[in-house]
């Protein structure tokens, strides 16, 4: 068997306008100015604490808190199910994976379990993976854990899978947990630097992807 990655968030589902909005919430409750979008497009993938933390390196832990909490509440399940739509094309192409006899799917998240579970069974997605492993008892991107989790759980060997991922912490993640990485150019990250990161190929649309993926696995 063969195990394909996915990451969410700019990956699978289009949920830049809802992170963005949320990390602005989370702001203003600290009673911060909001931040420019393409700073905050850099930390998507992190887990929350951490990507707050990255952001305001200069700041106390009190702070941190209050953006989270902000952002927390702002990132309710039912707002994130209407505002964050699949991406053209994400559910035929995991129809056509999830068609091969010999591959199994997994999700690999910086999101919470709550937020996780939430969105697959708003979009119908919970029958299509093995597993899923979210910042919930984990380690945040790039560190290996989720994947690593992902390929116990399958029992797949690592030299037999894949990350799918739109962020260079997706790409690094893979690479730290000893697998291969194939990048969307369509999330929160450049190509350039999934490119950089150690992306095998960087998918210009899900039809593009649906071939790496498969010649990958051929």
């Known amino acids: 068997?063969?195990?394909?990655?996915?990451d969410i968030d700019g990956t699978l589902v289009d949920s830049h306008a809802m992170i963005m909005e949320a990390m602005a919430a989370g702001m203003a409750a600290a009673g911060l100015p909001e931040l420019p979008h393409r700073k905050v497009s850099g930390i998507v993938g992190l887990s929350l604490p951490v990507a707050v933390e990255?952001?305001?390196p200069g700041?106390?832990?009190?702070?941190?808190a209050a953006v989270a909490e902000g952002y927390r509440v702002h990132y309710s399940a039912a707002?994130?199910?209407a505002e964050s739509p699949l991406f053209p094309g994400a559910r035929d192409c995991l129809d056509r994976l999830a068609a091969l006899d010999d591959l199994l799917m997994a999700v690999a998240t910086?999101?919470?379990?709550?937020?996780?579970?939430?969105?697959l069974a708003a979009h119908g997605l919970e029958g299509y993976f093995t597993a899923t492993h979210c910042a919930d008892g984990h380690l945040s991107k790039p560190a290996p854990g989720m994947i690593l989790s992902c390929l116990n759980d399958s029992g797949v060997d690592a030299t037999r899978a894949v990350m799918i991922g739109d962020t260079s912490f997706d790409i690094l993640m893979a690479g730290n947990a000893g697998i291969k990485a194939i990048g969307v150019a369509w999330g929160h990250h450049p190509a350039g630097d999934l490119t950089a990161a150690g992306a095998l190929a960087v998918a210009r649309d899900f039809s593009e992807l649906s071939q790496l993926i498969e010649n990958w696995a051929a």
Request: charged share 25%; glycine share 8%; no cysteine.
């Open 1 to 6: 068997m063969k195990l394909v990655i996915w």
């Open 54 to 56: 990255t952001l305001l």
């Open 59 to 64: 700041h106390d832990p009190a702070t941190h």
């Open 79 to 81: 707002r994130a199910m």
């Open 110 to 119: 910086g999101k919470s379990r709550r937020g996780l579970d939430a969105l």
